[in-house]
């Protein structure tokens, strides 16, 4: 009478491992985007100063601001 039962719980048991597994795929995807998000700024302003001290541009106060 309730054979049926079994099954159906293997059926719900795999489709929520996919579920889970894709939740917590779009968490880590979330948290990669909020910290480059938040970082990138600093690593611009990184680079901006890297590549103005090798091209030897000479770094004035004006640069710097416009550059952060």
């Known amino acids: ?10 059926i719900i048991q ?3 491992e996919k ?3 894709n ?5 880590f995807g979330r948290c990669l985007l909020r910290a ?5 700024g600093y690593w611009a ?3 901006m100063f890297v590549v103005s001290y090798y091209a030897q541009t000479g770094l004035t ?3 710097i601001f416009s550059i952060l």
């Open 61 to 63: 106060l004006v640069k």
């Open 14 to 16: 795999s489709l929520r």
């Open 1 to 10: 009478m309730y054979s049926w039962e079994i099954a159906f719980r293997r």
């Open 36 to 40: 480059l998000g938040n970082s990138i």
């Open 45 to 47: 302003a990184f680079i």
């Open 19 to 21: 579920e889970i597994f």
């Open 23 to 27: 939740y917590k795929r779009l968490a």
